[in-house]
Every structure is written in C-alpha cells, then in structure tokens.
T-cell receptor, first 112, second 112 residues
Framework: NAGVTQTPKFRILKIGQSMTLQCTQD?????MYWYRQDPGMGLKLIYY???????DKGEVPNGYNVSRSTTEDFPLRLELAAPSQTSVYFC???????????FGPGTRLTVL | GENVEQHPSTLSVQEGDSAVIKCTYS??????FPWYKQELGKRPQLIID?????GEKKDQRIAVTLNKTAKHFSLHITETQPEDSAVYFC???????????FGIGTKLQVIP
C-alpha cells in the first residue's frame, strides 16, 4: 500500500494564480482531511470529508475549495493565490473519527 | 468550537531524563485525545491516543494521562533518547467527533 500520496511536493505560484493540490489514499478510508501548517504553528484544518460526496469546512476554509467524487481522491483547489496561503499542506485519511489519521508527505507551497 | 492549548512550546531535556507536555481542552464533550510526533521535514505520525473511558495509557517509554474533570491531558516520555527530538502535537476531537483540533505543538530537544 502506498498509503496517502500528495502531488506536487513543491510549488511556487504567483499572486492570483490557481492550482489544485492532489491527494489520494489507497486504504479505503472514508474520512479525509486537508490541513495547513505554518512555521511554529499547529495544524489548521481547512476542509474535511466523511465520505464521497460529503465535504465540510474546517477552521480556515477561506480561499480554498474541495470536492470528493470518489473514496480515494480529495483534491484541494486554491483560487486566486495570495501570499497568506504560503504554507505546507498536509492531506490525511482515517478509518473513522476515533482512529489514527495517516498523513501524506505534504506539499510546500510558496506564493510570491 | 474546540480550543486546545499546549505547553510548553519548547522543551530541552538531557538524554535519559523525562519530558512532560501538557494540554488543555475546552469542549467537555470531547472523548478522544491523540498525540502525534513530527520529525523535522516529515509528516506527523500517531504515537499514542487515549479515550475518555480510561485515565492513563502506556506504551513502552510513552504514557498519556487524562483528567476529564479538569479537562487536561499530558504526554510523558521517560528515559528520553536523541531520536525523541521532534515536535509533538496533542489533539482533541470536536464538532460532532468527525474531526480533531490540534494544539500548537511542543518542540522537544533531547541533548546527548
């Protein structure tokens, strides 16, 4: 099993550009999450999903969108990138709310 | 929503000494408390978790205690080793238990 995979690993965007961060898991987990991690800060939840077709906002959803058309994939869309979105983005999945979250390797995004 | 506070933000200990990290939470309905370890440049990984029906849980050199009345829980690492150096995050479930809220993290340095 590959676990949770994310692409790309690194990306530099210009202000106003858009991009999609890809996340795929092969563990048949229903729950999936997107976090951002800023230096010296904890993990802030952006969006999460408890199953295909179901998504909900986390703590910091502004400037992002998600979709969940399959169990395996949970892409995160950034529209009109801003410098405040410079961060490391982690995708995670779990087999339920009381179970371990498995994290992907992260995407380091810089917006200039 | 849930608020998780974690302290200290940094902790330095001599190899072989014990380390203690403390967290408090605000939602009295929270009943799942995981701890994650993140090594430099790596993804967070679960090291131990506890549910509210127990007060303490141990796994080799790591233990977690929970005081539901006071709404705080702690991570104890005994006989620390250099490979314990990392950032440790506490978390508590929230929002209908479909997600967790993370603390800000504690950077632990074990000095050989």
């Amino acid at each position: 099993n590959a676990g949770v995979t994310q692409t790309p690993k690194f990306r530099i965007l210009k202000i106003g550009q858009s991009m999609t961060l890809q996340c795929t898991q092969d563990m048949n987990h229903n729950y999936m999450y997107w976090y951002r991690q800023d230096p010296g800060m904890g993990l802030k939840l952006i969006y999460y999903s408890v199953g295909a077709g179901i998504t909900d906002k986390g703590e910091v959803p502004n400037g992002y969108n998600v979709s969940r058309s399959t169990t395996e994939d949970f892409p995160l869309r950034l529209e009109l990138a801003a410098p405040s979105q410079t961060s490391v983005y982690f995708c995670a999945s779990s087999n339920g709310a009381y179970n371990e979250q498995f994290f992907g390797p992260g995407t380091r995004l810089t917006v200039l | 929503g849930e608020n998780v506070e974690q302290h200290p933000s940094t902790l330095s200990v001599q190899e072989g000494d014990s380390a203690v990290i403390k967290c408090t939470y605000s939602d009295s309905a929270s009943n799942y408390f995981p701890w994650y370890k993140q090594e430099l440049g790596k993804r967070p990984q679960l090291i131990i978790d506890i549910r509210s029906n127990v007060g303490e849980k141990k796994d080799q050199r790591i233990a977690v205690t929970l005081n539901k009345t006071a709404k705080h829980f702690s991570l104890h690492i005994t006989e620390t080793q250099p490979e314990d150096s990392a950032v440790y995050f506490c978390a508590a479930n929230s929002g209908g238990y479909q997600k967790v809220t993370f603390g800000i993290g504690t950077k632990l340095q074990v000095i050989p």
